[in-house]
């Protein structure tokens, strides 16, 4: 299983960007895919997660109505849309995957990408 994340960028606050994961290896019903992100110094964060075969779908309470994930199974994308932009958005955004089940704890994912920056700041 291979992840891919990209997207990341310099935004000013209130501005918005979309974080992609593209996965690969992996039978797209049989996994979640969860956007985990670390600021500096900090834990990891789940941020949002979906359920590949049914779109079960879990955001972070400090996200909520501000961002918004999707899929396309066809082409093994999951997306992470994300508007109205905080300087506490800042943060290495990762994806991640488990077999079928979301979770908002990182220890549940088995395959993680490579990291993509967000940097929100004016």
């Known amino acids: 299983v291979q992840l891919q994340a990209s997207g990341g960028g310099l935004v000013q606050p209130g501005g918005s960007l979309t974080l992609t994961c593209a996965a690969s290896?992996?039978?797209?019903?049989?996994?979640?895919i969860g956007w985990f992100r670390q600021a500096p110094g900090k834990e990891p964060e789940g941020v949002s997660c979906?359920?590949?075969?049914?779109?079960?779908?879990f955001y972070a309470d400090s996200v909520k109505g501000r961002f918004t994930i999707s899929r396309d199974n066809a082409k093994k994308l999951v997306h992470l849309q994300m508007v109205s932009l905080r300087p506490e958005d800042t943060a290495v955004h990762f994806c991640?995957?488990?077999?079928?089940?979301?979770?908002?704890?990182?220890?549940?994912?088995?395959?993680w990408g490579q990291g993509t920056l967000v940097t929100v700041s004016s």
């Open positions: 991640a995957a488990a077999p079928y089940s979301c979770s908002g704890y990182s220890d549940h994912f088995g395959f």
């Open positions: 290896g992996l039978t797209m019903d049989h996994y979640a």
């Open positions: 979906i359920t590949l075969d049914d779109g079960m779908i």
